[in-house]
């Protein structure tokens, strides 16, 4: 049996498009009978009933399907199946039309991306990439961890969202920063402390954890102009982080502690804190963008030992929420569930972006849906598990953005 899929899905960035035939397959004795078991009277928008309906396709270049076969890849009548290869490498071969490979080419690549490769006639190859997988993006490494990220020149159609991961050793920590939007953040693996400092000088301070085997991970949310750091505990920390802008590698975006200190002078700096310039003369020069700490922090669970008093008081909305507590909502459909977080029902605080953990059974499917609002973005990211996306297939899919 399949692997069921894990879905979690981000409300912010991925137009609906809707792919456009040449032509139409409405001639086809197999459609034929298909339609007369249909109320032809309703007039939908499939480009066949619509011709069954008497509705004449304007903008559609007039040409006959090609029905033919070659070499074993598609079954006739091709009306827009995916290419079937038998198990074999696939090749740019679509019914009459196409050759194979006399060189080579990636096969490893082709088989997740077969309609790509030999689209079906269906395709007019005009929708942009769609597609992004983190394990494309670049690495950077760092003493304490790594990051890699997804942004707007990885994935061009993501204007409005950016993605990355975030790797924190044991004891590391991401040091105080801030952003001009908005950061969205769940635990792939781990356990870990945040803290934060808002507008008003309240202090929060929470322990994230990973998922288990018996429970759905944290999810949290920072929102713009906030200050905040994350440290790992245990055995480390692995994020997926969202971000509301797709330039998010642009400058002017994030504001790093270090990076303030560095250009402010030192007698000002000292005035502020209170201490002597002497003790100040390890600021980092260069962004450090994780530090390693050198003395282990309050295991799990013991945040409030590291907790510290303002006279402002606490931050009364949380920025951690824990899908462990929350109830699944059965699909009525009956292949799956979902977990939906938004700031109306019960995430306050995440005002600029809603969030869904969806599961889906094996075979199961989620309906084909567009969204009304130009407004309303959509992204998925793929957690776990393996699924086709319209007529795009994707495997071995872990951090993969849609």
Request: glycine share 8%.
């Given at each position: 049996?399949?692997?069921?899929?894990?879905?979690?899905?981000?409300?912010?960035?991925l137009?609906?498009?809707?792919?456009?035939?040449?032509?139409s397959?409405?001639?086809?004795?197999?459609?034929?009978?298909?339609?007369?078991?249909?109320?032809?009277?309703?007039?939908?928008?499939?480009?066949?009933?619509?011709?069954a309906?008497?509705?004449?396709?304007?903008?559609?270049?007039?040409?006959d399907?090609?029905?033919?076969?070659?070499?074993?890849?598609?079954?006739?009548?091709?009306?827009?199946?995916?290419?079937?290869?038998?198990?074999?490498?696939?090749?740019?071969?679509?019914?009459?039309?196409?050759?194979?490979?006399?060189?080579?080419?990636?096969?490893?690549?082709?088989?997740?991306?077969v309609?790509?490769?030999?689209?079906?006639?269906?395709?007019?190859?005009?929708?942009p990439?769609?597609?992004?997988?983190?394990?494309?993006?670049?690495?950077?490494?760092?003493?304490?961890?790594?990051?890699?990220?997804?942004?707007?020149?990885?994935?061009?159609?993501a204007?409005?969202?950016?993605?990355?991961?975030?790797?924190?050793?044991?004891?590391?920590?991401?040091?105080?920063?801030?952003?001009?939007?908005?950061?969205?953040?769940?635990v792939?693996?781990?356990?870990?402390?945040?803290?934060?400092?808002?507008?008003?000088?309240?202090?929060?301070?929470?322990?994230?954890?990973?998922?288990?085997?018996?429970?759905?991970?944290?999810?949290?949310?920072?929102?713009?102009?906030?200050?905040?750091?994350?440290?790992?505990?245990?055995?480390?920390?692995?994020?997926?982080?969202?971000?509301?802008?797709?330039?998010?590698?642009?400058?002017?975006?994030?504001?790093?502690?270090?990076?303030?200190?560095?250009?402010?002078?030192?007698?000002?700096?000292?005035?502020?804190?209170?201490?002597?310039?002497?003790?100040?003369?390890?600021?980092?020069?260069?962004?450090?963008?994780?530090?390693?700490?050198?003395?282990?922090?309050?295991?799990?669970?013991?945040?409030?030992?590291?907790?510290?008093?303002?006279?402002?008081?606490?931050?009364?909305?949380?920025?951690?929420?824990?899908?462990?507590?929350?109830?699944?909502?059965?699909?009525?459909?009956?292949?799956?569930?979902?977990?939906?977080?938004?700031?109306?029902?019960?995430?306050?605080?995440?005002?600029?972006?809603?969030?869904?953990?969806?599961?889906?059974?094996?075979n199961?499917?989620?309906e084909?849906?567009?969204?009304?609002?130009?407004?309303?973005?959509?992204?998925?990211?793929?957690?776990?598990?393996?699924?086709?996306?319209?007529?795009?297939?994707?495997?071995?899919?872990?951090?993969?953005?849609?």
């Amino acid at each position: 049996m399949a692997r069921a899929i894990r879905l979690s899905l981000l409300l912010s960035v991925l137009s609906a498009l809707v792919g456009v035939s040449t032509a139409s397959p409405i001639d086809d004795a197999q459609v034929r009978d298909f339609l007369v078991e249909r109320d032809t009277a309703i007039r939908p928008l499939h480009f066949a009933r619509r011709d069954a309906a008497g509705i004449k396709n304007r903008h559609l270049r007039p040409e006959d399907h090609i029905f033919h076969t070659k070499r074993g890849s598609v079954s006739s009548p091709d009306v827009g199946q995916i290419a079937n290869f038998n198990g074999a490498d696939p090749e740019p071969i679509r019914g009459a039309t196409g050759d194979t490979f006399i060189s080579n080419s990636n096969h490893a690549i082709d088989m997740q991306n077969v309609d790509n490769v030999a689209a079906p006639t269906t395709d007019a190859g005009t929708v942009p990439n769609l597609k992004w997988s983190m394990s494309l993006s670049h690495t950077r490494l760092l003493k304490g961890g790594w990051v890699r990220e997804q942004v707007i020149t990885d994935l061009p159609p993501a204007k409005d969202v950016a993605g990355a991961e975030l790797r924190l050793s044991p004891n590391a920590y991401r040091e105080l920063h801030w952003h001009r939007v908005a950061e969205w953040g769940y635990v792939l693996g781990g356990t870990g402390r945040i803290t934060a400092v808002d507008e008003n000088g309240r202090n929060y301070i929470s322990d994230i954890k990973g998922p288990t085997n018996m429970s759905d991970p944290d999810i949290y949310y920072f929102p713009p102009g906030v200050p905040h750091s994350i440290q790992a505990l245990g055995d480390g920390l692995e994020l997926l982080l969202i971000f509301t802008d797709g330039n998010f590698d642009g400058t002017g975006t994030t504001f790093m502690l270090s990076d303030w200190l560095a250009h402010t002078p030192l007698e000002v700096v000292a005035k502020s804190l209170g201490v002597n310039t002497s003790i100040l003369g390890d600021i980092p020069q260069k962004d450090p963008y994780i530090y390693e700490a050198t003395v282990p922090p309050p295991p799990l669970g013991q945040a409030d030992e590291e907790a510290v008093s303002s006279p402002q008081g606490t931050i009364p909305s949380p920025y951690v929420f824990q899908l462990s507590k929350q109830e699944k909502a059965m699909a009525p459909g009956g292949g799956g569930w979902m977990k939906v977080q938004d700031s109306v029902t019960n995430f306050p605080v995440s005002t600029m972006l809603a969030s869904a953990l969806v599961f889906v059974e094996p075979n199961g499917m989620r309906e084909l849906h567009w969204h009304t609002n130009d407004g309303f973005k959509s992204q998925l990211l793929i957690v776990e598990g393996t699924i086709r996306k319209g007529y795009r297939t994707v495997r071995d899919s872990k951090r993969r953005t849609l």
